[in-house]
């Protein structure tokens, strides 16, 4: 079965969105801006058939199936909760929503009306991480015990722009965070109930960049610096006691390197970097399906947990909150 997709935005991350939905499909059913001309625009570039100004004309739409948000993060879930209630299937960009009450409140509405919401995190859909979640599964590299997470990224400071900007729910947690503590528990065998954490705020009041330590209670321990002022490496590391397994660009890497502790390597290469955004789409589409979607929904849930509690160790909430 085909499904009719429509985007909520027109940015960029909307566009290679939208290739990824013409590559799949050959066009798109529907798009929604907070203007004609830029929906048109859009609907021009990236062969969408029907361009919308408004959100609600957009979702009275019955041929629409599902829905992809790509609008800054303060307004998922408004949006989504929207999106939900005029039985569109979501599949929203990270993070999914600001805190984990609003992920809850519509993670209840969604399973209410029967119908899938999921986040964007690539790395939960992509062949590689898979891949290596069987390897570690069938024991390649023992038992896990540490997982190692780097992410930094320099941003001009600027206060007009969404890294800094409190009200726009900014700062290093919610725009890199999100995909270094995603793949922290991708690979953890279960939630960590021990967050410890230290974080520096920017003038404006958010997070420039921190440090977090995670243990669960099989003693798993997850390590990860995140930073808006310095240069990191997408870096993740899963240790185990045969061996490990490092992943670079890891949130659409293509391929791993495992070192085995006799000194061996093996490098695993599974999927397509180019083609991150087509197992996204995919995967919505077969979760849409067969309804499977709860796992990876619990993935984000939990995620969303750890970092509602490192931002209230460092005591910061945002104006709206």
Known sequence: MGFNWGIIGTGNIAGKFAEALNDEHGG????????????ESFAGDFNAGHPFDSLEKFLEDEALDVVYIATPHTNHYDIARQCLESGKHVFCEKAITVNKQQLDDLTALASDRDLVLLEAVTLYYHPLHRELQQKITAGVIGNVHS???????VKE?????RFFNPDLAGGAMLDIGVYALSFARFYLQEQPQQVTTIGEMAESGV???SGIILKNS??????????FSSRLPKRGIIGGD???ITVDNFPRADEAVIEYTNGETERIAEGETSKALHYEIREMERFISNREHAPLLQ??????ALMDESRRQWNFRYPFE
């Open 157 to 161: 400071y600027d206060t007009t722009n």
């Open 147 to 153: 997982i190692n997470i780097t992410f930094g990224t």
């Open 299 to 304: 993935l984000s849930s939990d995620v969303m």
């Open 218 to 227: 099989r003693g798993q321990i997850a390590t990860v610096q995140l930073s």
């Open 207 to 209: 997070d420039d960049q």
């Open 242 to 244: 045969k061996g490990s």
């Open 28 to 39: 798109i059913h529907s798009v929604c801006s907070r203007t004609m001309e830029k929906a």
